[in-house]
């Protein structure tokens, strides 16, 4: 595609349920980063993968957060029992080899939990 | 302390003024990223630098690597400006880390 895209856009949901966000990178692009930026803050680093595999997901919270990237293209990060702490945007971004190249954002996913 | 310091958290300018963002890190960097967020949208990449000098259209970004420090300057700010700029190392394992924000209002 010609860009990142994240679907859905905005996502309620109800505390205690799962969700799963999308991300679908720059065709090509092998480093693909999931970030998750609160209200009022710069985003945080979530997890990075290096083609399909995590190469770090020092950023994952607990382990009610889980990321895949199957083929190495489209990666999914799946929230387990959600809480209402986990509103936020929720980034996607991609570069063509990850170090020192330029990455490029999603719009974001916009998850609420209620 | 955070990795990653920006200054000025908020920023008014009048339309037409030059502009300075600052961004402090304590990382040993590969890269450095200047962002810039609108209200309800993404982050759109305005620049990646490692060392010196680069400029786009108003847009200049600076970095001294020695003194740890980079700036993004505007020049004839206008209000269509009007965003949140973020500052992000890129750390030597490849993730970003980022400062939080500075938030700039260009008054016509």
């Known amino acids: 595609g010609a860009g990142v895209s994240q679907t859905p856009s905005n996502k309620v949901t109800e505390k205690g349920k799962y969700v799963e966000l999308r991300c679908d990178p720059i065709s090509g692009h092998t480093a693909l980063y999931w970030y998750r930026q609160s209200l009022g803050q710069g985003p945080e680093f979530l997890i990075y993968f290096q083609g399909t595999g995590a190469a770090d997901d020092s950023g994952l919270p607990n382990d009610r957060f889980f990321a895949v990237r199957p083929e190495g293209s489209v990666s999914t990060l799946k929230i387990q029992r959600t809480e209402r702490g986990d509103s936020a945007v929720y980034l996607c971004?991609?570069?063509?080899?990850?170090?020192?190249?330029?990455?490029?954002f999603g719009q974001g996913t916009r998850l609420t939990v209620v | 302390k955070n990795e990653v310091e920006q200054s000025p958290q908020n920023l008014t300018a009048q339309e037409g003024e030059f502009i300075t963002i600052n961004c402090s890190y304590s990382?040993?960097?590969?890269?450095l990223h200047w962002l810039q967020q609108h209200p309800g949208g993404g982050i759109v990449s305005l620049f990646m630098l490692s060392s010196g000098k680069k400029k786009h259209g108003r847009l200049i970004a600076t970095i001294n690597i020695q003194e740890k420090h980079s700036s993004l300057h505007i020049t004839a700010s206008h209000p269509r400006d009007s965003a949140v700029y973020i500052c992000a190392a890129m750390e030597y394992g490849n993730k970003l880390v980022f400062g939080a924000g500075t938030i700039l209002r260009v008054k016509s």
């Open positions: 990382v040993g960097i590969s890269a």
């Open positions: 971004a991609s570069s063509l080899k990850g170090q020192n190249t330029e990455a490029f």
